[in-house]
């Protein structure tokens, strides 16, 4: 088997996700310390520890087979690779925020003002795409800053909580990207084997973090209401209790409508209901 590179964040908000799904997926190494590069044991893949402006382009040439990286860096970078996989994490959104004494009310309102970004490629494709002529002003980082200087009338950045826009006299206006971290692949490359059997891993890891294990105990009569509110990976397990006609049911439910599932399992006489984690699901 050929041994694949993939490349991920040194430290940064990406750092701590990326690893732990690749742990996850039972993959053995350290952790960056300060070797830019880390062998896994036991699989034949090498962990390249960069910054993530770096990545995409990286995985583009070929330096790296594959990535974990914000698909903003992707799409700011202009790097040409191949999407293998969403990850579920690094979840943010690109906005443009003026400051909060501004009444703007349309996007042409931005006709002739200048907007502070480390974004901008993505802020002029926006841009273009809405018929806006701004002026662009790149500044790498605290672009909050801009308004209050007077360096510019608003400012495109990532924003998750909105926190460090109010604090700076600022509000959100207009939402240019969504991004999360994704899986990307070198596109001579993202078909091979050893990518497949990475994927599965992956993908895996993944289907298990949206699902949760249920075990709950049921009075026979019961049985059909709850069973038909839990469809489970195929079927659910049914285990007879010592208590004569109680059963322990046992069963997979997504996350996302847990607590509705929950409350309706109750209704329909569920009891003794106990939720687990899953590690992984291998379909
Ligand atoms: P590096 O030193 O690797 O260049 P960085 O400072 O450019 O790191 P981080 O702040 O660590 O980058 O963010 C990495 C990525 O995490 C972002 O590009 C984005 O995709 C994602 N992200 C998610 N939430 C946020 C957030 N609230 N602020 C900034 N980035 C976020
Ligand atoms: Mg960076």
């Given at each position: 088997m050929k041994t694949l590179k993939i490349a991920i964040q040194?430290?940064?908000?990406?750092n701590e996700k990326s690893v732990e799904i690749l742990k996850t997926c039972g993959l053995s190494f350290e952790n960056?310390?300060?070797?830019l590069i880390s062998s896994v044991t036991n699989f034949p893949l090498e962990i390249l520890f960069l910054r993530d402006d770096d990545i995409p382009e990286y995985v583009q040439d070929g330096i790296a087979d594959l990535g974990i990286v914000g698909e903003n860096v992707i799409e700011e970078t202009g790097a040409d690779v191949h999407y293998?996989?969403?990850?579920?994490?690094?979840k943010c959104t690109l906005k443009i925020a003026v400051p909060a004494t501004e009444s703007y009310?349309?996007?042409?309102?931005?006709?002739g003002k200048a907007i502070a970004t480390s974004y901008p490629v993505i802020l002029d494709n926006f841009l273009k795409s809405k018929g806006v002529e701004a002026q662009i002003r790149v500044i790498s980082g605290s672009v909050e800053i801009g308004p209050g200087l007077g360096l510019s009338d608003a400012i495109c950045d990532i924003v998750s909580t909105g926190g460090t826009l109010k604090n700076n006299g600022l509000k959100p206006f207009a939402d240019v990207m969504r991004s999360e971290a994704v899986l990307i692949a070198n596109k001579t490359i993202y078909d091979a084997p050893e990518v497949a059997e990475l994927l599965q891993r992956i993908r895996s890891v993944l289907k298990a973090k949206s699902n949760k294990y249920v075990v709950l105990n049921v009075e026979r009569y019961n049985l059909e209401k709850v069973v038909a509110l839990l469809p489970g990976v195929k079927s659910p397990t049914i285990v007879p209790l010592f208590e004569e006609n109680w059963v322990a049911v046992h069963s997979v439910i997504a996350e996302e409508d847990f607590w509705e599932k929950i409350n309706s399992l109750k209704a329909a006489g569920a009891e003794g209901i106990l939720v687990l984690p899953i590690e992984k699901i291998i379909v």
């Open positions: 040194k430290s940064g908000r990406l960056y310390k300060s070797s293998l996989q969403k990850l579920g994490f690094g009310t349309s996007i042409e309102e931005l006709n």
